[in-house]
């Protein structure tokens, strides 16, 4: 799936959506417009769905998906991933993003993109 293969009532529902951030200190609410304008982001495939989180499409070949959470519904997922653009230490490339399912499209929006540091929790938890 392409955002250029949207028709232009599912670009509207993404340009008036709203997303969380906290991103090199920045942080707030942001309108999917904006993303729109200064980036080019692209869908990715994650798991077989399609997904649009607010990052340049540039980014995609660098990004590692660490953890997948779907909601019960399978309306909602939470990811855990590696971003090693600009910086390939773990403790500095980590995001969690939370994307919902569009009202009547087949695809998932972020609505939270957050910056998040990889610490190793080894023998603590159960994976």
Known sequence: MKLSDLSTE?????KS???D???EKHEGPERWESVLTYAEPEFMDIEGRWVLL???RQHHPKISILRTIWSADRLSLTLFLQDT???DHPFF???MAVCDRVSGEDF???ILYHEWFIIENAG???N
């Open 85 to 87: 653009t600009f910086d």
């Open 21 to 23: 951030r906290i991103i």
């Open 108 to 110: 998932f929006l972020a």
């Open 17 to 19: 959506a709203r997303w």
């Open 54 to 56: 607010p990052v340049d």
């Open 124 to 126: 603590v938890f159960e």
């Open 93 to 95: 490339s980590g995001y």
């Open 10 to 14: 599912a670009l509207e529902k993404i």
